[in-house]
Structures are given as C-alpha cells and as structure tokens.
C-alpha cells in the first residue's frame, strides 16, 4: 500500500486526479470504476477541469459504480445513478452507453448483479477503482464481516452506515434505504489499482486500522493490504492516527514527479 498524505483534501484529490489522467491518456479505452458520497466530489471536479481545460478525452472510458442503494429509483436525487450524472458524467465527454451502475430496481437482484459482474469481464476488467472508506471501514457497501471473496450482490447497511448517510436524505434515518447492490470485495480485488481516497478526523481510525491494523473481514478495506497496487490519499486530519506518517512522507516526497502519477 502506498500512502500519499497531503496537507488537504484539495492536494490530495489533485494529485489522485493526476493518476487517473495519466491512465486515461495512456490508455483512452481505459475501464474505471467510481465511487460515490462526498469524499471524490472534487476529484471529479478536478477530472472535469481536465477535460475542459486540457482536452482529457473520455470518449472512450467505460465506467462501472461501486454501488446503489437498493429501492431507490434512477431518478431519486439521492440515488447513486442521479449523483453520477450530477458530478461528473454530465460535465465530461462520456458515452451514455460505457456507464455502467448497479441497478437498485432489478425485478430479479442475483441475475443482475451476476450480469453486472460478468459486463466488467466482458470489458477487460477494471484498471483503476476509486474508492472512499466508511467510518466503519466499509469499501463500496461491504459492511464489517463482508467475505473477502464476495461478488457483485445485496448487502444490508449497519446501523452506522444508515447514520452517517442521513445527512443525504434530510437527516432522517428513516428515508435511508437500509440495502444496497454492492461490488464484493472479490470484484474490487481485481482491478489492477484501488485508489483510496480519505479525508477528515473522522476516517483517522478507519485509516490507522486498514493500513497498520490486521488484515480482517472487520475492517473491509484492510483487504487492500493484499492488493499489489493500492494507493491511499489522505489529508493531515486523516493520516492523524497513523504510527508510520512519517515513513510515508518519506517515500513519496522521494519520487520523481513522473513515478508519484504513474
Ligand atoms: C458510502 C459509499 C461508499 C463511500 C463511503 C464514504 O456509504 N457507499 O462508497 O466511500 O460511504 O462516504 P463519504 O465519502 O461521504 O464519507
């Protein structure tokens, strides 16, 4: 794992950005998988800049979300799908057709998530997967004691999960859908890179505990651990309670500019 500690959430979703168009300029066919909440809003925004500013061309990218609330329409503004199109398909030059999100209101849930599954492969396979942590550790929806080697299904949300994501539905607890379609572990596994993004005190335990603490299915994301290509970005508050910071900034600030992007 490589953890990338920058003095905020601006620096750090600029220099995430950065890999991410990197990959999208070496390989403009490049399958990316995206997250939702609001810890990527201003990678997109930056990702967005991009493409207005630099011509960063994502005709050509096929996306896939990590997850949808189940129960909820496409429409719904709290939707994953209405999110999507609101911070960043909308802005940037992708094919309708190359997005791909779990469907929340499939009649039959097994033989859509399986279809799910079985479009990343039909795609090639993810090569970079954004992701953002739950402060329960939860990477996409996979809740603390979601198997390592789970697929594309439906999970139900902790009692935590319902909590923090309140604050989307007016606060109310009771408008929260309590399942969700999830990527597993397994799904997320196989991309080539996981790109972690983590902002705020709030997610400092989660952090601490996914990159030093045991690998355990009570904390999802410290699967990561076992990926070969995993890159954390984190601001000063998130990296707050982590024992080796400073070995961290070390490394990095020791990269040649091209190497900190690739
Ligand atoms: C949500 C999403 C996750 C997201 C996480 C953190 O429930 N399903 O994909 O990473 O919780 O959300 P936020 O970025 O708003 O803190």
Known sequence: MEIIIKENGEAASEAAARVVARLVREKPNAVLGLATG???LVLYRELIRL???DGLDFSQVTTFNLDEYAGLEKE?????????????FSQINIHPE????PDGMADDIPLSCA????????????DLQVLGIGS????GFNEPTSSFA??????????????DNARFFDGDENKVPHHCITMGIGTIMDARMNLMLAFGEGKAEAVAAMVEGPVSAIMPASILQHHPAAKVFIDEPAASALTLSDYYRWVYDGKPRWQQDA
């Not at 594309?152 to 999960?161: A, D, E, F, G, S």
């Open 98 to 101: 190359k997005v791909h999100i």
């Open 38 to 40: 609001s810890t990527p």
């Open 150 to 163: 789970s697929r594309t299904r439906i999970k139900t949300l902790t009692q935590q999960t319902v909590t």
């Open 51 to 53: 493409h207005k500013e």
């Open 115 to 126: 279809t799910y599954e079985s479009t990343i492969i039909a795609n090639g396979g993810i």
């Open 136 to 139: 329960d550790g939860h990477i």
């Open 76 to 88: 719904h503004e709290q939707s994953y799908h209405s999110f999507m199109w609101k911070n960043l």
